[in-house]
């Protein structure tokens, strides 16, 4: 899919960064249709516990796709309860082949506070390789300014703000209202 045919690629920024024993992952708040700003507050970051088993997930993309997607990763969850990485798969699987979950223009970044991955439609499950990872129209912005911040002392939750806010300057579909989740392992 081009990229100047997802609507998804111009409307957020949601960032997961692994540091110690926690993993935060933060998105921002614009939400845009064209060059106009509709809503400056979405929260684009959820805590899901299916069954108990807490799971954060960040999403970029259309709104309502994310949602279907976020649903359906809880009942794999529920189905595979205390697997992240077997749930994630499956719902990657799902997506790429139902001719349904197929049409979905999102992607997701998702954690159990032990695992951090990113989800695609295109049947990828990634894990990062630096412990951090970025999605959406100022997820490049927000990926380096966060894997150039690992190395200093600062806590992850401090890493991921701080390259949000980054990516807010630079990057006119993402703002400074952030919604922060963090999970530990």
């Not at 077997?86 to 999102?106: P, S």
Request: charged fraction near 25%.
């Amino acid at each position: 899919m081009a990229e100047d045919t997802f609507p998804g690629w111009h409307g957020t920024t949601i960032i997961g960064v692994r540091k110690g024993s926690e993993v935060v992952i933060a998105g921002d708040g614009q939400v845009s249709l064209g060059q106009t700003v509709i809503k400056g507050t979405a929260r684009k970051v959820r805590r899901l516990s299916p069954g108990g088993y807490e799971v954060v997930a960040g999403f970029a993309g259309s709104t309502a796709d994310a949602f279907t997607l976020l649903e359906r990763l809880e009942a794999k969850l529920e189905a595979t309860p205390g697997q992240l990485q077997r749930a994630a798969v499956e719902l990657a699987k799902d997506w790429r082949t139902d001719k349904y979950l197929q049409k979905l223009e999102a992607m997701l970044i998702v954690t159990d506070g032990a695992e951090l991955y990113v989800i695609t439609g295109a049947g990828d499950v990634l894990e990062p390789e630096h412990d951090v990872t970025a999605i959406g129209s100022g997820g490049n912005y927000a990926l380096a300014a966060g894997r150039a911040l690992m190395d200093s002392d600062l806590p992850a939750e401090d890493v991921a703000r701080k390259a949000m806010a980054i990516a807010a300057d630079i990057c006119v579909y993402t703002n400074g209202k952030l919604t922060v989740e963090t999970i530990s392992k």
